[in-house]
């Protein structure tokens, strides 16, 4: 992976202060959750690396269409038949990403998946550095921010994959797929959610830099984690992750901080769990 993004881990423990829970809890926490996030993320740049090489082949021959019109209507109604469960690509099943889009040889958005397409007609070689890897001829992944419409709303960071539609050797096109902080959060906290046998729900956060991306989690647990200098100084103190406890509605917290270096040094992975 040519660039890489970071990731961190945030655990709130409820319960009484039982120094042989929160012990046991911190073990847990750098043993088994942070390996269990890594594999877990490790899987999905695995697989939509290769869905992405997949599609780009099999759009290769839409790129070649003359008719722009034309183009545009088989391109769209290829990318979303890429995704449909037995006649699209097995990496694509339950997959996270937001978009899946086919780009032309300038760098313009061809189409997307969907309509209203939005994206159509951009310049996204001029926005993402890995489209015009793509259209150089390498498969890459990294980072991107989209922006809202309404300029009062946040921006959206994705992960990025790209790769070259290539036909009679040359380049012809490129495929672009996107995966939301926010939907990678989701996933994770369903995943460990779906592996636990019993007790509280898990969370998961993800954040780059002071944002923080989450999706259909508790307020509270959102105001418990979201102070950004708290993160700062913490992994300033302790590269390499810590352990702290705070008070949810009362109850003794536990989370932990850790830095996931598959993916970079600006992004993290919250994880609020249950003590056991």
């Not at 008719?67 to 699209?88: C, N, W």
């Not at 959610?193 to 002071?210: I, S, T």
Request: with cysteine; net charge neutral; aromatic share 6%.
């Amino acid at each position: 992976m040519r660039r890489t993004l970071p990731l961190l881990i945030l655990v709130a423990l409820g319960g009484c202060e039982n120094t042989a829970a929160i012990e046991r809890t911190e073990l847990k926490l750098r043993n088994v959750d942070l390996p269990r996030v890594e594999a877990l993320v490790q899987q999905d740049l695995d697989q939509h690396r290769a869905g992405v090489l997949k599609a780009a082949a099999k759009l290769a021959p839409g790129f070649a269409l003359a008719d722009p019109a034309a183009r545009e209507s088989q391109v769209r109604a290829a990318l979303r038949i890429l995704q449909q469960p037995k006649r699209g690509i097995d990496e694509f099943v339950a997959s996270p990403m937001s978009f899946l889009a086919a780009i032309g040889t300038d760098g313009i958005v061809v189409a997307r998946d969907r309509e209203p397409d939005r994206m159509a007609g951009q310049d996204f070689k001029s926005r993402f550095d890995v489209v015009g890897e793509a259209l150089g001829g390498s498969a890459t992944v990294g980072l991107g921010e989209f922006f809202a419409k309404d300029p009062e709303s946040p921006s959206s960071w994705s992960i990025l994959f790209a790769a070259p539609s290539i036909k009679d050797e040359r380049v012809v096109g490129a495929v672009l797929a996107g995966i939301p902080l926010s939907r990678l959060a989701q996933r994770l906290s369903r995943q460990f959610r779906v592996e636990q046998q019993a007790g509280d729900p898990v969370w998961v956060y993800l954040y780059k830099g002071a944002r923080l991306f989450h999706w259909d989690t508790p307020p509270e647990v959102d105001a418990l984690i979201r102070d950004p200098k708290a993160r700062a100084q913490g992994l300033a103190a302790s590269p390499a992750g810590f352990t702290a406890k705070a008070r949810l509605q009362g109850e003794l917290q536990l989370y932990g901080v850790f830095p996931l270096a598959l993916l970079g040094e600006d992004i993290g992975v919250i994880i609020v769990r249950t003590p056991e």
